[in-house]
């Protein structure tokens, strides 16, 4: 007997709703066919907008398959991150498979580039459509916990944990040349004494007219949230030069490191929230600064500081704005680097 029109309706939407469309299904059936996986296990993670799986493969071991779900609206959200995107450039605009195996095919990308800069993260596997393979992060069968549910207060481990997100933001804004977009305690999973970084599928490249926006609110994110731990921590904008400052180099980034953590140790207090580091605009280049010249003068008759002046530390000027930084600044006594 065939259900009626009404009851079919509703038992369509009910798969939908919460679960996999007909073709994600086909895919993972077919998956299980070729023999790709020998088993789907169950859900790790049923979210808005993918459910993550757990399933075995003969040939990769345990891995993690993130199925994008194609019926759901947050998507309609996401043209913001895709503008400036030369690889996706097509498929922008309506809501469908074909768009939303465009955010799969974006978070495989991005996972390779980031698996080649040596951060942390699960190396890419496959992918078919929505359907995305990749190794599973954790212990055999056991999906690593993320971040923000690790309980611990020993303050060596967050201290190491702190330090390893901010050594990768900076390579994954200089090596691979993205900012994460979405950058939590959510997104961090945590395994064997390391931060596992996931979910990039919203990341941009810096041709993003919002990078600085997006890199800016990852900072604030994480600082959010390592505040609340045992650990000194540097300010938003601290974090943020320290990302996008040109003058370090992969020779001397480990000493600018350690110099940093001197910084944040150092202070009696922790910093403050940064709110007006959060509000200002910050060019991206040079031509972009409408009153360099008046900027400069303003500077010298001490009326500006170089906290008003950011673009200084992004675009690679000394922070007097006499000319281009010769090494970087946190390794020169005056904190300014053309001494
Ligand atoms: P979204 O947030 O868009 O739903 P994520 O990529 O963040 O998708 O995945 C959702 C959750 O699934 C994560 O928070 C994490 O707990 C789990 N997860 C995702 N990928 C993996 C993986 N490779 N290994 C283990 N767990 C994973
Ligand atoms: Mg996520």
Known sequence: ????????????????????????????????????????????????EANVYYAISPEYGHLAIKVYMTSVMPFKNRDKYMIGDRRLRHGVGKRSWKKVSKWAEKEFRNLLRVAQAGIPAPKPIKLKGVVLLMTLIGEDADAAPKLKDVDSDDAELWHSLYWQVVGNLRTLYQQCRLVHGDLSEYNLLYNAGQVIWIDFSQSVEHEHPQTFAFLRADCRNVNAFFSRKPVRILSDQELFEFITDPTITVENCERCLAALQDVANGREQPPDVDGAFQGVHIPRRLEEVLHYERNALLLRQGKLTQHDLLFATVSGMSHDLKGPKRTAGLLSDSGDGDA
């Open 1 to 48: 007997v065939k259900p009626d029109r009404r009851t079919r309706d509703k038992a369509d939407r009910a798969t939908t709703d919460n679960c996999l469309d007909q073709r994600s299904l086909r895919v993972m059936f077919k998956l299980l066919q070729q023999g790709v996986l020998t088993n789907i296990e169950g859900c790790i993670s049923a979210g808005k």
